[in-house]
C-alpha cells in the first residue's frame, strides 16, 4: 500500500512539474554562443561582444599584470590570442590541454593581429603532462618523427595544415562533379558468395554511366601491394569519373586537367596559410613548381614518343627504356623533366600492356590502345585512364582469349544493350597532394596511413 502512494504522489508531483513548467519556462542557466577560432579571427569589427572558444593551448605566458594564452581548435593554422588576470593561470594550463574560454572579443592594440579575446573564465576540460607528451612547445619535427605518433600527430602545424588541405581539396572535387554517386563496397563472405575489397569502382561505374550518362565515386580503395616505399599504401582514396557519349581521349585529358586545375585553385583560394606554411618548411621551391603547372597547358606525347626520348637520354636508368614494356617511375620523372616539370599527358600504350576493357585503337604494326597517364612533377603517374572498349564483338574476342567470358558476361551484355562510346579515368587523390604541397612521402597526407606489415590504427 504504502509503495503504491508512493508512486502515486510522484506521479501528481511530475504533473504538478510539467504543469508549471508549461505556464512558467523553468529557468535555464544562459549560454554564451560557442564562436570557432577561424570565425573570431576573421572578425574585422568586434563589438565587445560575450562568447567562448574552445579549443587546445598552444602557449602559455603568464607575467606579473597579464596572462597570455594562444589556443587552436583547428579550424585555422593561425591560433587566437587570450589575455586574462593572472589570477585564472593554475598548474593543470598548460601546452597541449583542452581549455574552454569565456570572455569578450575585442580589437588587438598589437600589429600582428586582429583580434583577442578578454577572457573572464579559464575552464581546463582536459589535462595534458607536458613532460610524457611526445611534441614540445616550440619544436619543429621532421615528418619521420611525427609518423611515429599516428595518434597524436594531427595536433602539430604540418599535420593540421596536411588535413585540412585534404578537406578542402575533397569539397573541391565533390563540387567538380555534383551531383554524386558513391559506391560502397563490402567485404569477403557477406554476400553467399566469393567478394573482395575493390581496387577499383570502374566497372561499377561503367554500369551507372549506362544510365546517368556522367557518374563518379570518391573513396577508400584497397591493394595488397608488399612495399613500404614512400609511394605506397596498402589502403588510400581515388576519385574515379566516367563519362558516356565520349569519343576522344582530348574530351577526357580536358576533364582531368580542369580537375586539378579547378581543386588546386580552391586550395590555394581558401587554405592559403595552411599552404604556405607547408611550401615554407616542407618544400621549399614548391610554390614556383606549382604556379609552373597552372599558368601552363599541359603537354601530350605518345607512348612511342616517350620511349624514343628515353632512349637518347644520357641518363642511365635502372630499367633499360623499350617499346612494349611499363614505364616506370624513373621513366616518368625524367619525362616530366624533360618537358620542363610541366604535367604531361602519355597516349596510346601498347595493347597487351593495358587491360581488356581499354579501347583497340587497330593500328597494326604497333598495336595500341586509346589510354592514357598524366604525369606530374614529383610525383609521376597522377591520373591513369582510357577509352573503354564499347564494340562487342571486339570486347568478346578479347575476354575468350583471356579465359573471362563467363566471369564477364554482365559486362559484355552493356555492350549488347544500348552501348554508347564512354571512357573514365581515375587519381589517386594521396598523390595529388603530394603533387601540390610537394610531401615527400605519401604516409604524410592520409591521416592513419596503413601499409605492408603497418597498421598501427
Known amino acids: 500500500m504504502t509503495g503504491g502512494l508512493t508512486m502515486w504522489a510522484a506521479r501528481a508531483l511530475s504533473r504538478a512539474l510539467r504543469a ?169 563472405n557477406f554476400f553467399g558468395v566469393p567478394a573482395f575489397l575493390t581496387v577499383s569502382a570502374q566497372l561499377h561505374l561503367e554500369v551507372m554511366s549506362g544510365a546517368f550518362t556522367q557518374v563518379f565515386t570518391f573513396g577508400p580503395t584497397f ?24 569519343e576522344s581521349l582530348q574530351d577526357i585529358m580536358q576533364v582531368m586537367e580542369t580537375l586539378f586545375k579547378s581543386t588546386t585553385e580552391a586550395v590555394l583560394s581558401n587554405c592559403p596559410e595552411d599552404v604556405e606554411l607547408l611550401h615554407k618548411f616542407i618544400a621549399p621551391g614548391q610554390k614556383d613548381k606549382l604556379e609552373q603547372m597552372l599558368k601552363n597547358k599541359f603537354l601530350i606525347i605518345s607512348y612511342t614518343e616517350a620511349v624514343e626520348i628515353l632512349k637518347k637520354a644520357s641518363q642511365n636508368f635502372t630499367f633499360t627504356p623499350k617499346w612494349g614494356v611499363d614505364l616506370q617511375t624513373e621513366h616518368e620523372k625524367y619525362l616530366v623533366e624533360y618537358c620542363g616539370n610541366i604535367p604531361v599527358f602519355v597516349i596510346n600504350y601498347p595493347f597487351d600492356l593495358k587491360p581488356f576493357y581499354m579501347r583497340d585503337n587497330e593500328d597494326e604494326p604497333q598495336h595500341t590502345v586509346a589510354a592514357v597517364d598524366l604525369l606530374v612533377p614529383g610525383v609521376g603517374e597522377l591520373f591513369g585512364g582510357s577509352l573503354r572498349e564499347e564494340r562487342f564483338h571486339l ?63
Request: with cysteine; charged share 25%.
Open 20 to 188: 508549471y513548467c508549461t505556464s512558467a519556462p523553468c529557468p535555464r542557466p544562459s549560454q554564451l554562443p560557442r564562436v570557432s577560432i577561424r570565425d573570431a579571427l576573421v572578425s574585422q569589427n568586434p563589438r565587445g561582444e560575450n562568447m567562448k572558444v574552445q579549443g587546445w593551448v598552444r602557449s602559455v605566458r603568464s607575467q606579473k599584470e597579464v596572462l597570455f594564452l594562444h589556443i587552436n581548435d583547428g579550424s585555422s593554422l593561425e591560433h587566437l590570442q587570450i589575455v586574462a588576470d593572472p589570477s585564472l593561470d593554475s598548474c593543470d594550463l598548460t601546452f597541449g590541454c583542452s581549455v574552454e574560454v569565456q570572455g569578450v572579443l575585442v580589437k588587438s592594440p598589437y600589429k600582428k593581429q586582429n583580434v583577442e579575446l578578454k577572457a573572464d573564465k579559464i575552464e581546463v576540460i582536459g589535462h595534458c603532462d607536458p613532460k610524457t607528451f611526445p611534441f614540445k612547445y616550440k619544436e619543429r619535427y621532421p615528418l619521420q618523427y611525427i609518423r611515429q605518433y599516428p595518434h597524436l600527430r594531427c595536433r602539430t602545424n604540418a599535420l593540421a595544415s596536411i588535413l585540412r588541405v585534404r578537406s578542402e581539396a575533397t569539397d573541391a572535387i565533390h563540387s567538380f562533379f555534383k551531383p554524386s554517386s558513391k559506391v560502397k563496397k563490402q567485404g569477403k
Open 223 to 246: 591493394r595488397a601491394e608488399n612495399s613500404q616505399s614512400r609511394r605506397h599504401l596498402a589502403e588510400f582514396y581515388m576519385v574515379e569519373a566516367e563519362m558516356s557519349f565520349v
Open 395 to 457: 570486347l568478346q574476342q578479347r575476354l575468350a582469349r583471356l579465359g573471362l567470358t563467363d566471369t564477364y558476361q554482365w559486362y559484355l551484355d552493356l555492350r549488347r544493350f544500348g552501348s554508347v562510346p564512354h571512357g573514365g579515368f581515375g587519381m589517386g587523390f594521396e598523390r595529388y597532394l603530394q603533387c601540390i604541397l610537394g610531401v615527400h612521402n605519401i604516409k604524410d597526407v592520409i591521416p592513419f596511413p596503413r601499409f605492408s606489415h603497418s597498421c598501427l590504427l
